[in-house]
C-alpha cells in the first residue's frame, strides 16, 4: 500500500500563502523572497529542494484551460542557491502557451546576485568607508556568498546612483505629503 508524503505548512498568517514544505522540498511562492528559504534550511538543519511556483490550477491567459506543469526550469540565485522555477504548458494543443515562474522582481533577468544583496555595498558605504574586501566580507557574513571587489565596486558604480536616487525621490515624497 502506498502511503501519501508527509506534508508541512507552516500555519503563520504572513507566511502561510508564501510557503509549502513536502517531504524535502520547499515550495515557495513569487513573492517569497530568496531570503526565506534560507531561513528554512537553517532552521531545519538541512538541504532542501527549493521551487518557486506559482500553483496548481493556473488558467491560460489566451483560451483559459487550465495549464499543466511541465517540468522545471534552473536558476543559481547569488552563486550559490540552486532553486527551481515552475514551468507550465497549456492543455490545449491549439494554445501550446508556456510559461515560467517568474522571480524578476527579486534577482533580475541576466543577474546572479538577488537586489537585497546587489544594495547591500551600498548601505555600508554610507554609513563607513570601509574597503571594498570588507564588504564582500560583510555580505557574505549575510548572505553565505562573497562577491569579488570588482563585482561590489560594479554594485556601486552600477546600482548605486539609482539606489540613491530612488531614496532622495522617498525623502522628497515624505517631506511633500507633511
Known amino acids: 500500500m502506498k502511503t501519501k508524503p508527509h506534508t508541512a505548512t507552516l500555519y503563520d498568517e504572513a507566511y502561510n500563502p508564501l510557503v509549502q514544505i513536502v517531504e524535502d522540498t520547499i515550495i ?3 513573492l517569497a523572497p530568496p531570503s526565506l528559504f534560507r531561513e528554512y534550511k537553517e532552521l531545519l ?8 511556483s506559482d500553483g496548481n490550477k493556473l ?18 540565485i547569488n ?11 497549456c492543455k490545449s494543443t491549439k494554445c501550446g502557451f ?10 533580475p533577468k541576466g543577474c546572479n546576485y538577488e ?7 551600498i548601505l555600508l558605504y554610507k554609513i563607513s568607508y570601509m574597503s571594498l574586501e570588507k564588504m564582500s566580507e560583510v555580505v557574505y ?5 562573497k562577491p569579488s571587489r570588482q563585482t561590489i565596486l560594479n554594485f556601486l558604480n552600477n546600482e548605486g546612483e539609482e539606489y ?3 531614496e532622495g525621490a522617498k525623502l522628497l515624497n515624505m517631506v511633500l505629503m507633511n
Open 28 to 30: 515557495l511562492s513569487p
Open 164 to 166: 540613491l536616487e530612488n
Open 59 to 76: 488558467p491560460c491567459p489566451f483560451c483559459g484551460k487550465i495549464m499543466k506543469d511541465n517540468g522545471f526550469r534552473e536558476r543559481l
Open 98 to 107: 508556456d510559461k515560467v515562474t517568474n522571480i524578476d522582481h527579486f534577482v
Open 141 to 145: 557574513l549575510r548572505y553565505q556568498t
Open 79 to 89: 552563486k550559490v542557491d540552486l532553486v527551481f522555477l515552475q514551468r507550465y504548458k
Open 45 to 52: 538543519r538541512r538541504d532542501m529542494k527549493v521551487i518557486y
Open 115 to 121: 537586489i537585497s544583496l546587489r544594495n547591500e555595498p
